[in-house]
């Protein structure tokens, strides 16, 4: 079993940063690729950015590409989602998932793990 809580939401202007941070526990971490996910109300949970076990190994979705940046370090066992050039349509839940293999995926059928969110909210 492996535990996940996010923290690092908030209110946030266009244009500006927030880091998310997740803690994982339980199972060992440093086997684990992580994802992040989103979602929006209306919307179906969407893939946002993967990393693998080492870190070596990163995927963004279309829309984070070049804004976003996932990050993780097995002495803490967290992983981060560092979020600059934020724009209205980034506002969702974000939710931190842990897969239980050393791959990374976008499908989020593959991450059994999931954290309870949370939400990031930006103004225009």
Known sequence: QVQLVES???????GGSLRLSCVAS????????MGWFRQAPGNEREFVAAINWSGA???YGDSVKGRFTISRDNAKNTVYLQMNSL?????????CAATTTRVPFKSRNEYPYWGQGTQVTVSS
């Open 8 to 14: 690092g939401g908030g209110l946030v202007q266009a």
């Open 26 to 33: 339980g199972r060992t971490f440093d086997r684990n690729s």
């Open 87 to 95: 724009k209205p349509e980034d506002t969702a839940i974000y939710y």
């Open 57 to 59: 190994i990163t995927y």
